[in-house]
Structures are given as C-alpha cells and as structure tokens.
C-alpha cells in the first residue's frame, strides 16, 4: 500500500498524486473578490496542464453547472488532458458526497492529492476535509483558489492548516513535482511558468534569449 | 448524550448546532474598522435568517442596550426567528457570565454553536472561549464579526485557532448546513447568499433566470 | 428657457434637475473591481429613491439586456419611480445615441443632469460628454458608478472633469438637493441615508433614538 | 479693502484670516471611513489651537447638535479659543445659508477663509464653493476634513479644485501662518505640530533635547 | 485637411485613428509596479488586436532591444495586425526624435493617436508630448502602459492633462471606436474585452450561453 | 503558589497580573511601520493607565535611553502609575538579560504578564520568550507594539504562538480584567477605552450623553 | 534672456536647469508616511548624482540643522557634486525668505528648477510656489520628496499643478535631461537608475550582461 | 555533539549558526511582488554582512545561472564575507539536492540554519525542509526572501510553521546574536541596521550624533 507523504522520504511524484479541480465555473468565479480573479483562472490552467506535462491524473468537477453556477470556464477546459472526467455534481456542496467523484478519486490510485476550488470556504474546504478524513494527504493551492472576501480565505487557512492539509501555492506544487530542472518535465515546466503559473518568467526568458543565453 | 462536532462524521445540522449573536449593537457597531461595517451587518443578518430556514434556534445577547452601546441593529431584529430570545446584559462582559445566557444556550440542546459577535476581541472572544470550557464545539464567524483595527482581529483568530475554535465565513458554516441544494432548504439558502452573505450571487442568478437557464 | 448651473446661484431642485441611471445591469456589475460592488448598487437604487422622494423624473437605460450584459438590477428596479421610463438599446453604446433616450431627457425639461453609470469609462462617460454637448450640466455620481479597475476609473474621473463634468457623490448631489433638514423631503432624505447610501447613519440614528434623543 | 489671497505676494497671516470648523460632531465622525478618523479629530483640533496661538479668528458651526448628528467633539470644544462663536444652524445644509453664520464670517474681517468639514463632500463642499460665490479666498483643508468613502472625498477634490479653491493640507496652511521658526508663535508652532498635527515631531523633539541639543 | 478630435462632433473611427505602442519590452516590462504587470501586458495586446479587428493602423517602437530593454514582448507580437511596422530607435528616448518614427505615424493619415507604452513617465510620456506639439490629438491608454511607483504614475497623468492629452482606458477607447454593438466590428470587440481587455466578460457570456440566452 | 493563567478557570485579574512596558522610546517608535504609529503610541498609553485604574503592577524599561534609541515617550511617562519603577538598561537586548529586570518583574509576584514593546520582533519577542521560559503566562499585545514592516510583525506573531503566548488586543486584555461594566472599575475603563485605546467610543458616548441617554 | 520651458521646443538640458534639494534633514525624513522612505531617500540621492553627471547646478538647504529637524542626509552629502552650496536657513519656511538661497539659484543662470524637498507640503510647496512667482520654470519631484499623509501629498499635487508647475517623476525628469542613449551621459545615467531611482533595473542590467548581451 | 535551539537555554551564536542564501539572483529577483523587491535585496545583503561581522559562516547558492534566472546580485556578492562557497546547481530545485551544498552546510558545523531565499515557497521552502529532516533547527528569514505574489508567502508561513521551523525576521535574528549592546559586534551591528536592515535607524543616529548626543 501507499505510503504517506512526507516532503524528506516521500514526495509527490506523478506516480503518487493526483489533481483535482473543484467547481472553477464561470459563475462563481465571478464573485472572486479576495484576490485576482485572472490569477485564479491562471493557475486553474497551471494545475490542469501540469497534469499534461507530469502524466498526472486530473479530475474535474462541477456544481449545478446548468444552474447559475455555469459551466466549467472554458480556457481551463482547453487545458484539460485528455480524457480527464468531469463529475457534474447535481447539488452536493462537497464533491465527496457524490459517489461518482469519490471512486474517480480512488480509480487514480494516488495517495496525495493536490486541490483547487472555488469558493474557498466551500469548495476546496470541504473536499479538503474529506480527503484528509479518507487518508489521503491533501495539499490545497489557496492561489489556484478564491472566494468573495480576504476573511473567508484567512479562517479557511486556518482551519485547513488545523485539519493536517498542506497549504500550498501552484509554483510550489509544480516544483515539487519538477525536482530538477534537468529531467524531461524541464521544458514543459518553464512553459506553464511563463505562460500561466508566473508570466514574469516569461519575461525574463524571452530576454535571456535575446541576448543570446545560453538554455540553462 | 451529543457527539462532539467533527467534519468527517458529525457535520453540522439542524438538530446540533444552535447560533448566538453577541452584541450587534448600534453603538458597538460604529467602531468596526476591521473590514466592511456593512458587510459585518449583511452577514449578522444572514445568520439570524439561516436561523429561520433551516430551524436551528438562534440566541442574540447585548451589553448595557440603554447605554452608549445602542440598542440591537434594528435590520437585524427583522431577521431574528419569531420567539428568539435576546439577553440584555447589564454588565458582564463575557456574555457566559450571565446565567441565563448560559442557561438559554444550554436549553437548546445543541453541542454546535455558531458565534459571531461586535467586538471581536471580546464579545466574540470571551463567550467562544467558555462554550469551548464548556465542552461545546464553536464555530466563530470572523466575517460576521468586527472590530477596531486589523491587529485586533488578527490576534484573535490566532488566539481561537489556539483554543480550538473552528474559525470559519458566514458561507462556510451555512452551506455546511446546507449539504445538498436539492434538500429543502436550497431555496432559502439561495435566498440568504443572494440577498445578505455574497450578493454577487444575486446578480448571477438573475442573469441566468434572465437568459432562460433552469432553475439549476 | 432655463438657467444653467451654478451652485451659487441656481442650485440643484428639483425643478432644474433629472437623474439617469445607464446599464446597471446583471452580467455589467459582476465587473466592477474599482470599489465596492455592493456600494454601487446601494448607491444606484439611493439615486432611484431620490427620485421618488423629491419627485424628480428619473430615466433608466439598459445595453443589450437579453444578451451577456443581464436585465436591470432587481433591486434597482424596484427602487425606481412608479412610470419611470427604461430604454432598452439594442446596441448603441453611448446611450444619447439612441433617439429614444435623448428624447426622454429632453422631455423631462430638466437642465441639470445627475448620471451614474456602469462601467464607469463606457456607461457612465459617452453620456455624459454628449449631455455636455448638448449643453446640460452634468453632475457625474462617481460611487454609484463602477469598472474593472482603479486606473480606468481615475482616468475617467480626469476625462470628464475636462469636459466640464461636476464630479460628485451621491450625498453630495442629495444633500444639495435636500438644502435644509426642516422641509418636506428631510425624513425621506434622512431614509435614503440611512438604509441605502450612507448605512452608519442608520445606527446612529438609532442610537440616538433608544437614547431618548429628540427628532433633531 | 483687502486684498485677494496670492502665495506670491499677499500670504496668509492673522490679519487676513480666519478658520472655519464646520461639523466636526460626535455622531457624523463616526461616519468617516475615507482615512484615519483619529487623524481627522486630531488636525480639527490643530486648526483650533492654530487660532490660539496666532490670534486668529475662529468660527464653529454644527448641523443640528440635538439630534443624531450629535454635539460638537468635547476634545474640539476644549481647543477652541475663548470666545470663539459656535452656530448651531437648525437644519440648513451649507453653513452659509444661516445667516448667521455668513455674518459671523463676515465680522471677522478676514479675506482668506481656512475651512475644514465633516463630511467633506457636503459639509466642507458648500460653504467652500458659497466663500468663493462671496469673493473669499478658500484654503480647504482635507486632511482636517472625512467622509464616508475615498470617491466620496475624490470627487469633492476636483470640485473644489474647478471652483479655485485651495487644496491644503493642515500643516501646510500652519507653516505658511508661521513663515519662520524665529517669530513669537515659533514654539506654540512646535507644540501644535508636536502633539496634534503630526506627532511623529514630538518624539523628533524629545530626542533632540534628550541628546543635549540646542532649542533649533 | 483632417478635423481635431472631438467626441460630440468627431469621434474616433477606424478613418482617423493611429495606435502606438511604445517599448512593450521584456526588460521594461519587468519594472512595472504601479499596478498589475499582467494587465499591463494584457493591454497591449488588447489594443494590437484592435489594429486588426477594426484596420486601425498600428506602429510598435522598441527602445535598444537587443540591451537590456529587451525585444518586443513576444505575446504582443503575435497580436499585431501583419505588416505592423516595428521601429527599433537605437537610443532616442522620445520615438518622435527617430524621424523613422515620426515619418510612420505621419504616414497613416490619422489625426488621432491612441498611444501606450512602458515607463509611464517617459516612454509614453514623451512621445505624447511631442504628438500633442504636432498637431495630433492624443489618447494615453494609462492602462496599457505601466512604469515603477505609484508617484511616477499620478505625477505622468496630471503633466499629460495639463498638456491636452485625452486620458483613457483600454476598454474606453475600443468602446468609442466600436460605437454600436450591431456592426461588422461587434463580435471582434466582444473577443478583446473576453480574452484581453476585461476577461471577466468572457465568464458572463460563456454563463448567459449556456444558459440558453440569445446572442444578444 | 500561583496557579497558571486559564481563561475558564483562572482569568487575568488585578491580583494575578502584572504590565511589561519595554523599550516605547522616541528613537525606536520612528521606525514603526507595520501599523498606526499613532495607534502604538495611544494604546501604550492605554496599558499604562490600565495600571492606574485597576492597581495592577507596570514596569517600564528602556534600552541605551542617551544613545540614539532616545528616551522614553514622554506621554507614556505622564500615564505611569506614580511609582512604576523604570529600569535602564545599559545595552542587553532581552530585558530578562537585565537581572533587575528580572527581579522587577518577580517582585510583582504576578503569574500572568501583560507585554508590549518596541520593536515587535526584538523588544516584544525576546522577554516573551523569556518569560515563558520562567514559567509566566505570557499576553503579547501586538496593537501596542511595532515594527519596521509587516513581516516582521507577521513572523513575530507566529513565533510567539508557537512560544505559547497568548496573542491579544489592548481592548481585549482590559476587557478580561474589567469583567463586569458595575464593578467600581468601569467608569475609570470607560475613560481608557474613548481616549486612549478607541477612540470611536468617546464620540458614541458623547452622542448617547448629549441625547439625554442614561449612564448605561 | 533664457527661453521659458517647453517640452516641444526647449527641453530640459544641463545648460538651462538647476537642481534644489530642499530639506532632505534626518528628523524630518523620519516623518514621511505617504510613500516608501527609502524609496525618498535614494531618488534625492539620484537627483544629486544626476547634478555630477550632466554637470547641472545643485542647491541644497537645510532648515535649523542643529535642531529637531536634524542634519542633511549622510548617504545624500556624499552624491552632492563637489563644491554645491548648502544653504542653512535659520527659521524661514520658505527657502526663497532667505536671500541667500534666492542669490544662489539666480547665480546658476537656470531658467527650469528641478525642485525636491521633505516635506512636500511645506519644504517642496513653498520654493515652488516662489519660484513660479519668480517666473522660473518648475519641475517638482513628487517621488524624491515625502509627507506625514497621503492627503497632504495629494492636496500639495493639486495646488502645484494649478500654480503651473510641472509634476514630474526623478526618472522622467533625468531621462528628458538625457534625450539619447548614445550620448556621453549614457553609462552614467545607466548607473543612477541601476543604483538609486529604479532598481530593478540594475537586476536587468546584470542579467543581460550574464547572458552575454551586447552593450545595448 | 551541538545541542538543539532553544532560545531559553542555547541562544543563537557565532558557533552554532550558518547562514544560508539561496538563489538570490538577477532574473528570479525581478519576480517578487509580495513586498517591496529592494527591501528583499537590502535585507539579503545584511544576512550577508552579519556573517563578516560576528565570523559566522555564509553559503550560497544559485540555480543554473547561466540561464534566465541570473547570476547572484551583484549588491550581494560585494557583502558575502571572503571565501564564501557559492554553490552553483545545475538543476536541483532544492538546494539540499546537490550533495555539494549538503556537504557544505555540515562543514560549517552548524546546529541552527538562518536561511533566505527567492522564491519564498520553492528556493527558502524546500531546503528549510529538508534541512528539518536532517534535525537542523531552522531560522527561515521571510523578509529577506520574496515570491510572486502574497497568497505564495502565506501559505508558505503555515508550511513552515508546521514544519517547526522558526519564522524570523532580518532584524530579529540579528538582535539574537548581538544579545548585549556593550560587546565588540555592537558597532558593526549598528552599521548593518542603519545602512541595510532598518534605514531609519541611520537617520535616528544621525540625528542623535549632530545633537551631540553620547555613543550610546
């Protein structure tokens, strides 16, 4: 069986951990007020294109999405490896609750999962607690998250961190996932960075090669 | 006897949780600088609705109403269940320290008690603190709750995370309650979150009614 | 025919003055990331209600409604003046570019026009340079009007007051209008203050009165 | 007759100016939320002691003080120098309109007014722009005036700015009145400063005389 | 001979508009910190496209790009409309002093200029300066454009209305040039504000589409 | 001997407390950024006559007070409760390293302190350290302390948590000592809340005072 | 006689241009909450580094420097061009009450003043204020100069924007001085944005250099 | 063999302390956006310095620089204390990856680890773990390092927090070593503070020292 993770003996690896991306609709990503609803949208397309580049399985879900709520946003769709399923949840608040999305979860065979969700408090919060409570380690990306005011995500934080969840940012989880920069993931990792994950990066590459830099 | 507050196995319901508002008062209120005063007043009244829809009994309490303190928020009168009962204290700061608080909160029987309360660094500090002596699970409210200046909050929330107080939003706690929005209290719940706790929802769900969407 | 504006001279009545209320719509006020979007809607219906309670014609105006851009905001709607006429456009982006709405403002016979608009640098600005060329003043509400960012708002704010635009604020244009607290309108005004443009004063008033304080 | 306020040539000084304090009361501060209320109290003060110490006409006026806009500030009241009328106006929005108000003004003989209010786009705003209508030369005083929202005090900017009033703030008009450290009002100056206007001196000052340093 | 810009009589079309985009480099990009550096880039873009939806002649100029300023952000380039000249200055601060430069916007035949570039203060500063003495009339894009302080930014935009220059947002000045959601350049338009200009629209119009809504 | 701090069973009283004032010296106070200096400034003041008030113990005590970290603040002096010892220290940066610091605070016989300093992350963290290490209940009131940014006051707050301090307000340890508003206490804490430590509160009790309120 | 300033015919050049440094003194620095007070310190650095490098006259002042207000900044002494006189005032507010600064700005022949001072209100407000009334040109440096509030920065924007004075950023202003990259002033200006007014720059700079980029 | 940290018992010092700097380098620098980028670089270099002035030893490390992310700072190499290993990593995201820096860290014979890093939640996050692992006591300098945006930081602070590692501060971990004023680091302590670590510490000595003031 699995073993635990633990970043000194076991870290995450794309044999050992899956992605899940928790109700990133057009809808409520519309009441993102805590932090930049842009940025959200990013780094929900940073963690879906990781599972592209690392082989990782992604799961997506969604609530009510014929509802208010809408549809899953429509750039993070386009990142999506293929064959990702998409649960649509027809009213359960926490995506364990369908049995659908609990077995997807099982069916990945990770022992780590890494999660986003809007809104905070709700979405990744209670996924969050649920896996924690299944045995699964949890690393929740506050950043590829977002609700509708900075107190919902500082007590949705805090209690996270109460629960045993490692709260983590996207470029942090990436990293993990990456170890070296000189293994094959290399490029494609300098991609999701530049492109969505941290665009700065972008910047800078595009002058280091300019001035004829060398590729690392 | 009750089941101690768990996540995993003992969510809030109905039938364990009961909310206290801690001195929603007039006077009290003006000195909120925290974050939004309106939004600590929407999210009070939010509450105290959530008390009506799904039946869960609701307490308010307040400290020296004849006094500069003022009298409760009168829009929150409007939305307190018929029969709720409103301790006016004269005095103890802690609103555990009046028995029949103390007493009124035993009453209800339940182990879950939902706080918010104006300021918060003692009104919704002291009686969070005893409920815990007490043996009750609390959730306290942050964004329900206000005080004078950011440093305030912040030590509290550190101080009840270290008591072992949920620290939770208004939206957390209510779609907890909430667990599936085909059970009957969706309509209401849908109502409380349009009108009081994230109004942004207001306007997506009136978007989508207007663009002919499902009702969900 | 009417005099022009000057505070000195010929102040804002009720007599001199319209109010017009562009594109507070659904899908548009989901946008608003300047300020508060909560208070742009409470200040757009306190403009509404002025209109009732100082009996000064109030028209509204919609972009595309049955498109992205969502139906007017219900509680806007209901704020609004029995028969107050809404224009819906079909496509026109500056709103006295549809005849249907220049027509409507200059039946009212007002001379001084009061506008709020979203988004602040669209909705609010081409109405309000045409109104300055047809030769009305214009008293533009800044926070009853929103956009997508803070710099699209201070350009705005430079743009319009070139144009000879008076910059405004809801009390501010109100409390002209009111003059003195001793007539008629003086409990409405005090109403819209209140519970929807300025809410401390609603606890404050309230105190005052639990204090046993006189009317004023 | 007295010549028009220029920087240039004609500065102001005790003999050409007076100080206008206009709606500084207990209930309408606690509105103030556009920057530091204490602050606001503090610099209303200043200017009080600004009379005192340079013997220079002041003028207090309240809205209203029976009822919620509540009395003058009792810290204000303790600054303002002996004999220093107060006009309680019984309803009249613009200071101006009470005559005698606009007398009291009158009677000081003063050609440059220094105003500052609460709530700046109302209480500030019109007697400004009345002063100006009356010839006088206006120095409005903004961080010694607050409002309810930052557009709110935004907004009056501009407007004042277009009516040619001056935008200053409080220690900019003192310093002028006191055009060198080696006049008699130098170190009454230096405790205005110290203790009011910007505290931060006084611990400068401490220093230095801890240090054995001279006067200046 | 070409009429001045003047919205009430001559707004600006697709005949009588240039777009300049001034030192959108890598290097410079990464200094950008009076507001977001995403944004910014974002912008650019925005207004690149808008060349192509609506065959506005575009220039792009670059500072030293093969120092340390960098290329052309490589994201901008692939937006320009094709055969965009791109004139590379080899150290003339103001692009008006490379007679290439001028020589290029003489060339299209506009009489206005929507212009945006990277340092506020000097890269879109200068050259708007040196428009506004030719005869042209100016609109900085603010957003579009970023440089390193908060300061340097509010200082850029006084100095620019003092000069005459229109201060504008992105979203402004398409919306100008679009006039009327009905014609031909309506879709392209809904596709910069989606992507580029205000992506928040782009969630409102996937939400109203699959709620069933019609086009508009 | 003296049982340790429990808010359920054993609270902060006047009997079991002592106020540790450390180094609120005019040199140092001039690098507090991380907050209101002002605020600092005020609420030191607060603990000090909280010392008065309830007969509760203080000691003040400075570091190298004729070198540049100056002398203490001068304001804070005059709020002393006659007799406060004041202990000098000649260069030890942990007060507890002074061993009459050391004995000041034994001699008191408290087993609870109350702990503000200048700066936050050296003048606070160190005798907090050390007081917990000596087996005292430790209450570090962070809105009466500062520092020179934010993070430094962040990692401070999260150190001294993990040190098992108990982080807390100025209102919020006045509060827990003041108990009840009837005991002979509460005028005198009426008077250190609406001067010193919120300000807010001395405007609401005018008001309530002004409208015939009773005392409470 | 010089010409007057004017972007598009008589820029800025080190034969028409002064630079005054007005009070950059230890205490007073200390005081200056509107913006970052390192950033202050090193743009007046770079504005006494620029006078070395383009051969400009730099003035500095100081207001009773054996006071309070403290001694000119160390770190600014040693970029002051060899033999720039420092005038230190003995209590005039206005550094043009004292004749001797007067004198000294005449004797630079410059017809443009490129103008800095601690604090903006009064030490930057008033030279400019003379200095316009003297018919010189003025550039005043918002980001080398600070104040105790951002309102007091804000109103002291607005009054000299009205006196016809240019606001101006230190970069904007050094980089109209150097018009071309390939003049002689290049590598230094190089080094003053690397080092003191941007530096981020400096970050860029080195990064090109590394990769091994060409000069520029 | 070393004992483990604990501040009561086995303080910081020179003997059981290194002082690790990782990846502070041209291109990652430019990406910070959390806090102010110059303060990252000032506070770098003093962690840097306080290695020359109290003899303790100083690593660094760099991540590939010869490609985009840059060489060290340059600022920063000048600090490093003669003979400072620096690492370079070929591709090792973290440091103790690279069994070179491993072998270099236990050289020093250190027990506790003061480390700095850029990014914060990749290049200070996972040698701060892994250095937990190997039963180091760790010191992670928060200010000192920088990431991408706040949520990154944050979330980062918890991880750490969890991790047991302490959270400090520059100044604060310097305070640590210095413990006594009177010994020989003293000065030298005052130079890193004034000139790097808290510049306002500068202008207070400087002050101190024109007023006459005693070394200390």
Known sequence: MATEYDYATNRLTADNTAILL???QTGLILGVQDHDQNEVRRKAQALARTGKVYGIPVIATTSAPTGPNGPLLPELVAEL????PIIHRSGEVDAFDDPRFEEAVRATGATNLIIAGVITDVCLMFPSLSARARGYSVHAIIDASGTTNVLARETSMAR??????????????????????????????????????MP???????SHASAGGAAS
Request: proline share 6%.
């Open 81 to 84: 490896p293929e064959g990702t």
């Open 160 to 197: 996270l961190q109460q629960a045993g969840v490692v709260l983590n940012s996207t470029v942090g989880v990436i990293s993990e996932l990456l170890r070296d920069w000189k293994t094959p993931a290399g490029p494609g990792t300098a991609g999701i960075f530049s492109e969505l994950a």
């Open 200 to 206: 700065f990066y972008g910047a800078v590459v595009a």
């Open 22 to 24: 928790v109700d990133h």
